[in-house]
């Protein structure tokens, strides 16, 4: 059956295991990342069988980012991505990280040089034409709405600035959705037992996998970043699961 062509605004239904409105999942995310992020960051190194630090790199430096590039990194949570942004750029200072969650940004270890903001990525509080890259590493799924997110990425980034979203995508087989749903909630919930300090770990994973079951598919994406203005929009998909939606601002850079 074929997607029809327009543009999104919730990445998914309202998941009514956790929260039962909209209105309630902004609510529900920021407390939910803040009081498990102290965790976050040894969970997700179990969970990386290929989302690892060398695969952001790559991908970063696969959507266009380079040397001296001025960044914004929306939904920077720990800082994972936004780590190698500040390596491959040669300088932390060139790069902003925006996120609601105030407990995942101090859970981070990033240089100090680097920006740190609390905000939406509905709602970026950055003028017209500033960043040379913007990425999103894992965050699409908790964005309430789309279209406006990607309207504001399009308007921070300067003209032939690039963007890179990455995202966990639910893979095409029946057998790779089992495998992958009986990892993200089954396998990983079980071991948060025993490494885990807060008791929110174990949800938050189980959670995690119910979005990307429930994520808008790709084809969506790509239409809703088109329709936001953006040139150029592709999908790089890496074993199946780890999309990198890739885009570039119309018009010449300065």
């Known amino acids: 059956m074929k997607t029809p062509d327009t543009a999104v605004h919730a990445p998914h239904v309202p998941l009514t295991d956790y929260y039962q409105t909209e209105q309630d999942r902004q609510a529900y995310l920021r407390r939910i990342f803040d009081n498990t992020a102290v965790d976050y960051d040894r969970i997700e190194s179990m969970l990386a069988f290929g989302t690892g630090t060398g695969y952001r790199r790559d991908a970063l430096v696969r959507a266009g980012l380079k040397k001296d590039m001025k960044v914004l ?3 920077v949570g720990t800082g ?8 491959i750029t040669g300088d932390p200072a060139l790069v902003t990280g925006i996120d609601p969650s105030p407990g995942m940004m101090a859970a981070g270890k990033l240089p100090k ?24 590493g894992y965050a699409l799924r908790h964005i309430s709405d789309l279209s406006v997110a990607f309207v504001e990425f399009e308007r921070v980034l300067k003209p ?22 009986s990892y993200m909630r ?9 490494v885990s300090r807060k008791k929110d770990t174990a949800t ?12 808008v598919p790709p ?16 999908r790089h998909l ?14 010449q850079p300065d």
């Open 113 to 136: 040089t680097m920006l740190l903001m609390e905000g939406r990525a509905e709602s970026l509080p950055f003028p017209d034409n500033h960043f040379d890259f913007l990425s999103m």
């Open 73 to 75: 990194d929306v939904g």
């Open 160 to 181: 032939g600035g690039r963007l890179c979203i990455l995202e966990i995508t639910r893979p095409q087989s029946g057998f790779g959705r089992w495998l992958l749903k």
């Open 219 to 234: 084809e969506k994406v790509i239409v809703t970043l088109n329709a936001a203005g953006l040139a150029q929009v592709k």
């Open 238 to 251: 890496v074993a199946g699961v780890f999309s990198e939606y890739q885009a570039i601002k119309t018009g």
């Open 204 to 215: 938050i994973w189980r959670y995690f996998w119910d979005s990307i079951e429930a994520c």
């Open 80 to 87: 994972l991505v936004a780590a190698q942004e500040c390596m």
């Open 186 to 194: 089954g396998v990983i919930p079980l071991l948060t037992r025993f």
